[in-house]
């Protein structure tokens, strides 16, 4: 848990952003019902290292998703480790339970290579064609529905972008983004996300230029370390080691029906 104490304070400030936090013994409740559909914004944060029963956590949680507006409940566990028991029971009853590798930069230069930076731009007018490439983006990412697909471009216009949330692409033919990265950095620390390439775009070193370019960009805005999650044994994750990322470890989410 030591090592992620800093991603944790990182993301105890992303959560202020969003309308209401709930504090309890074992983390807290984030909601908004602006974006009663975007799980990011309505959550349980459980960062206890004390175990904790399932039932305790969603007798909170369901409440303030319901008031919110939300249809779906989804928990982040800070200390997998030790909350085994609530892993368990989230699975035994058929919760779909998820994992999500944490690597850590520490803020050195990432070793250059043939993939330099020169292809990567920092999005500084946010117009309406970056919104249509970022919403094709997030369909790839596997947000389906239109009212998902609104919310999570409204919570990028509304909080994430006027709270320093940075976006870098890379631009295919005609100057239409065909790769992505997302960059912020609160409490000193930095938090990369949403490194995608289109699928007719892959295989030529999108994701390893803009990589380099947030982690200098990371270390430029002062961070002290900078994260981002990975699929555990997937291959972004072999790309990221080759840039200096380490695995520090892991996080499980579970997702359930509210009744």
Known sequence: MADLEPLLRFWRAMDGLFDRITPTRWGAVVSDRRFPAVQ?????RVESARPVDLDEVEAELFPALAQAGCTRAHGV???????????????????????DLV????????PQGRAGPDRVEEVLTFDDAFWAAHRASDRLFGATGDELLDQLSEMERLVLVPA??????VRGVGGTPVAFAALMVLEGIGFVDHILTLPDERRRGHATALTRRVLREARDAGAERTYLL?????????????LGFEPVGHLASWFSPIP
């Open 77 to 99: 566990i800070f200390a997998p480790e030790e909350q085994t028991e609530l892993i368990t029971q989230a699975s035994t009853r058929g919760e779909r339970v998820t994992w």
């Open 40 to 44: 990011e914004a309505n959550y349980a």
């Open 103 to 110: 690597m850590g930069h520490a803020g050195s230069d990432p």
């Open 164 to 169: 320093g949330r940075r976006w870098f692409v």
């Open 230 to 242: 990975a699929e555990p044994d997937g291959p972004p994750a072999g790309m990221y080691a080759r």
